[in-house]
């Protein structure tokens, strides 16, 4: 099977890629802006050099390799969520798939969508929820989700959207919230949190990369997926599990829960996996507590 990747080298692709490399049947083609000298290197993977807008220079050789499974993840800018960047994004990516129709060897595509395309951020999200975009990220992420209904059907081409909730994991910008965390621990400093009774559904890149791969090998309907632990966790306990890890204490958590302690609790939301299990056969294995740990331990080790 020919399975081409956008955004193969970021915090969600190398773990995918890592996981369809098992398979010895699948070829892959991986798009990126790095030089493919500094990524992995396996028989069954080809690294292709290009900036995502610009493909004119590579067109040649994915017509060649006849993708039948793609697998979108690239999403220039971020965090950069302005008019501009996503009305880019939007364009780049029907520019990309439009190309890729007149090909007529793709059957699937799976796209990494967004947890932010609800409405309201509070209590479970269902798929079935009536959403509508409320800034400029989730207009192109809709609307690039909307074309590909469309189009997808029109060419009997399986679309998977999966809406990603919150991922960590090894490889996350330090910047996000949990890699922030565990930084400002390891120096002893206590993190700047000014929402810590709010919750969010965190799920570890390993198992979001567990689900992109079943959903390559297996028939599923079009549609859209949550990818979430189902479950919520306050920023307040993130903390302490960071600090139960790092420190073997829970000084600096107490000083954030001291300084939110007048604060009420404010948005707490979660996927509903009901529908992503009963299609895929699939639950997130990692906890909180262990992924937390692994994050930890891959910062430790420089990666």
């Known amino acids: 099977m020919n399975i081409l990747i956008t955004g193969g080298s970021g915090f969600i692709g190398k ?9 010895n049947d699948f070829n892959i083609k991986a798009l990126t ?23 004119q220079s590579i067109e040649s050789k994915i017509n060649d390799f006849k993708p ?30 439009d190309f890729l129709f007149s090909i007529k060897s793709c059957r699937k595509i799976l796209i990494s969508g967004s947890c932010f395309e609800y409405i309201s951020a509070d209590g479970e999200c269902i798929e079935s929820q009536y959403t509508e975009p409320k800034d400029f990220f989730t207009w192109s992420k809709i609307s690039l989700y909307n074309f590909l209904k469309i189009e997808s059907k029109r060419n009997d081409i399986t679309l998977g959207w999966f809406r990603i ?18 930084g400002s621990m390891m120096e002893g400093n206590t993190p700047n949190i000014k929402a810590p009774n709010n919750s969010c559904d965190f799920i570890f890149v390993d198992d979001v990369a567990e689900l ?25 306990q993130v903390c302490r599990e960071v600090e139960s890890i790092i420190i073997n204490g829970h000084s600096l958590s107490k000083a954030i829960e001291n300084n939110g302690s007048h604060s009420s609790k404010g948005p707490s939301f979660y996927a509903s996996l009901l529908k992503l299990e009963q299609a895929f056969h699939w639950k997130p294995q990692i906890t909180i507590e262990n992924g937390i740990k692994k994050t930890y331990l891959s910062l430790i080790d420089g990666e």
């Open 15 to 23: 773990p995918i890629i890592q996981k369809l490399l098992k398979n």
């Open 33 to 55: 802006r790095q030089h493919p000298s500094t990524l992995e290197n396996h028989e069954n993977l080809e690294w292709i050099q290009a900036e995502f807008g610009n493909l």
């Open 68 to 97: 039948e499974v793609i697998i979108h993840l690239a999403w220039d800018g971020i965090p950069d969520f302005s008019l501009e960047r996503c009305k880019q994004n939007l364009i780049d990516s029907i520019k990309f798939f």
């Open 165 to 182: 909730f919150y991922a960590y994991g090894p490889g996350q910008r330090k910047e996000s919230l949990i890699p922030m965390i565990i």
């Open 212 to 236: 992109f791969d079943r959903a390559v090998e297996q028939k599923f309907q079009s549609g859209i997926y949550n990818i979430g632990s189902g479950i919520e966790t306050s920023i307040l």
